[in-house]
């Protein structure tokens, strides 16, 4: 039997809406200090997420480094002078938020259950302090046999040696393992380069073009694999 391994953000935890929604709670503590609607900010909060994310300087910045000058910048108008201190402070703020909305979507307990005899993985970028609280919190973590995240191999998904590191962990060939993921490029292409079954949930409807086993709901990997099971058979 084929060993399924699944990304994370956007595929077992409903990330956007916890990032929205924390978003939007941060926004109501500052909102005077704010030049921005209760509307806008999630936008302009993604956006500053992106920007330093994907910080294209001289040197990577550390994830404290990123969220300082994420609030520096959002605070920069009203109040420019904040301490790296005060930084850290309003950033917790929102960190909390986001904890506190982590929720699975509705589809991943049914699909887990229903898979329950397969050897099931993670493979996630992320740091895994962060990543494993995910998983503790919404009762996943004995579900999966092996879970790898960025941080332990030093490369993040699209690269290979993030899916290599999970067969390793599993003692198993990348051509066995399905690989389920919520992003074109960086989950179902990037699994396809190693030789795994690429799964693409498409959970927005996006009609792109490609080659790959493409599902809606994670309710739909069951039926998907009992059909290649009996196809071989």
Same mark, same amino acid.
């Given at each position: 039997?084929?060993v399924?391994?699944?990304?994370?953000?956007?595929?077992?935890?409903?990330?956007?809406m916890?990032s929205?929604?924390?978003?939007?709670?941060?926004?109501r503590?500052?909102?005077t200090?704010?030049?921005?609607?209760?509307?806008?900010?999630?936008?302009?909060?993604?956006?500053?997420?992106?920007?330093?994310n994907?910080?294209?300087g001289?040197?990577a910045?550390?994830d404290?480094?990123?969220?300082r000058?994420?609030?520096?910048?959002?605070?920069?108008?009203?109040?420019?002078?904040?301490?790296?201190q005060e930084?850290?402070? #309003?950033?917790?703020i929102?960190?909390?938020?986001?904890?506190?909305?982590?929720r699975?979507?509705?589809? /991943? +307990? %049914?699909? *887990?259950d229903?898979?329950?005899?397969?050897?099931?993985?993670?493979?996630?970028n992320?740091?895994?302090?962060i990543?494993s609280?995910?998983?503790?919190?919404?009762?996943?973590?004995d579900?999966?046999?092996a879970?790898?995240?960025?941080?332990?191999?030093g490369?993040?998904?699209?690269?290979?040696?993030?899916?290599?590191?999970?067969?390793r962990?599993l003692q198993?060939e990348?051509?066995?393992?399905w690989?389920?993921?919520?992003?074109?490029?960086t989950?179902?292409e990037?699994s396809q380069?190693?030789?795994?079954?690429?799964?693409?949930?498409? #959970?927005n409807?996006?009609?792109v073009?490609?080659?790959?086993?493409?599902?809606?709901?994670?309710?739909? /990997? +069951? %039926?998907? *694999?009992e059909h290649?099971?009996?196809?071989?058979?």
């Amino acid at each position: 039997m084929p060993v399924i391994l699944f990304d994370l953000d956007g595929t077992l935890l409903d990330h956007d809406m916890a990032s929205r929604q924390a978003a939007v709670d941060f926004f109501r503590q500052f909102s005077t200090e704010l030049p921005y609607t209760e509307h806008e900010f999630p936008t302009i909060w993604r956006s500053l997420a992106a920007k330093y994310n994907n910080f294209t300087g001289t040197a990577a910045l550390s994830d404290t480094e990123q969220r300082r000058r994420r609030i520096d910048e959002l605070f920069a108008q009203n109040t420019p002078a904040l301490t790296p201190q005060e930084a850290d402070a #309003r950033f917790q703020i929102y960190l909390q938020a986001y904890v506190d909305n982590w929720r699975v979507y509705d589809d /991943v +307990l %049914p699909c *887990l259950d229903a898979l329950a005899s397969y050897r099931l993985g993670i493979v996630s970028n992320g740091t895994r302090r962060i990543q494993s609280q995910k998983l503790a919190n919404m009762a996943l973590t004995d579900r999966f046999s092996a879970i790898v995240f960025s941080e332990d191999t030093g490369q993040t998904k699209p690269h290979p040696d993030i899916f290599l590191a999970a067969c390793r962990t599993l003692q198993v060939e990348p051509q066995t393992c399905w690989y389920i993921g919520d992003r074109l490029q960086t989950d179902a292409e990037a699994s396809q380069t190693v030789g795994m079954t690429r799964v693409w949930l498409n #959970r927005n409807g996006e009609r792109v073009s490609h080659n790959m086993i493409e599902i809606h709901a994670l309710t739909e /990997v +069951l %039926p998907y *694999l009992e059909h290649m099971l009996e196809e071989r058979t």
